[in-house]
């Protein structure tokens, strides 16, 4: 079955320090893997996927994930924070099965501190 | 890129009503469209798929009865709330992916927020 697991309900880090948001999938076949952000009261905003090739991605906002097969991780990460980036992020994952459905992960609540 | 709008952004009703909420594809067309929910500070459950032409299909769970999906043209998709009660509140959004786009370039609408009082 699909699914995907985000360990970490929140975390909180310092402006300006390194973040890495991890994220977990089971999928029976090749995975599409995705980060989304939501801010409160908002939709979702896609910040990058990931369909084959390189396993680095790069995404909007300076955010980058990395594919690991045999690790089936899927973890975002971004150099250095700003205070902005305070949301909820979602790590997703789809693929040719199931009709193209997106199963998404429980969320990740990320809090800046000055 | 592609834009998905969704029409009320929010909606208040009293409880035993019926509330639509529509979902459009604003520059591209979906035969597929999604149906999710998401709980206050919880993620977003798949509700049902959206099929133009044919019937929607429902995740385990979820009744087909209560929650009416009508997908009408190649862009307009409606949830049609049932009866609603107090505990029908949520955020509803919706998604479509794009014919010809990467694999499920899936694009999300705003949500809509529905309270029942």
């Not at chain 2, 979906?30 to 798929?49: D, E, G, I, V």
Request: some cysteine; aromatic content about 12%.
């Amino acid at each position: 079955a699909q699914s995907v697991t985000q360990p970490d309900i929140h975390i909180t880090v310092s402006e300006g320090a390194s973040l890495e948001l991890r994220c977990n999938y089971s999928y029976g076949a090749t995975p599409y893997l995705f980060w989304y952000v939501q801010s409160p009261g908002q939709g979702l905003q896609l910040l990058l996927k990931y369909f084959s090739g390189d396993t680095l991605v790069q995404g909007i906002k300076g955010f980058e994930a990395e594919f690991k097969r045999s690790q089936s991780s899927f973890n975002l990460r971004k150099p250095s924070v700003h205070w902005s980036d305070a949301a909820e992020y979602f790590c997703a994952v789809g693929g040719d099965t199931g009709g193209f459905k997106t199963i998404f992960g429980a969320g990740t609540r990320l809090f800046v501190k000055a | 890129g592609a834009v998905v709008s969704q029409h009320p952004s929010w909606v208040i009703c009293k409880s035993g009503t019926s509330v639509k909420i529509e979902c459009r594809s604003l520059d591209f067309q979906a035969t597929t469209m999604f149906w999710y929910r998401q709980f206050p500070k919880k993620s977003l459950m798949l509700m049902a798929t959206s099929n133009e032409g044919s019937k929607a299909t429902y995740e385990q769970g979820v009744e087909k009865d209560k929650f009416l999906i009508n997908h009408a043209s190649l862009t307009l998709s409606t949830l049609t709330v049932t009866s609603a009660h107090p505990e029908d509140s949520s955020f509803y959004i919706c998604s479509a992916p794009r014919s010809g786009s990467s694999y499920n370039e899936q694009f999300f609408g705003p949500g809509t927020r529905l309270t029942v009082l």
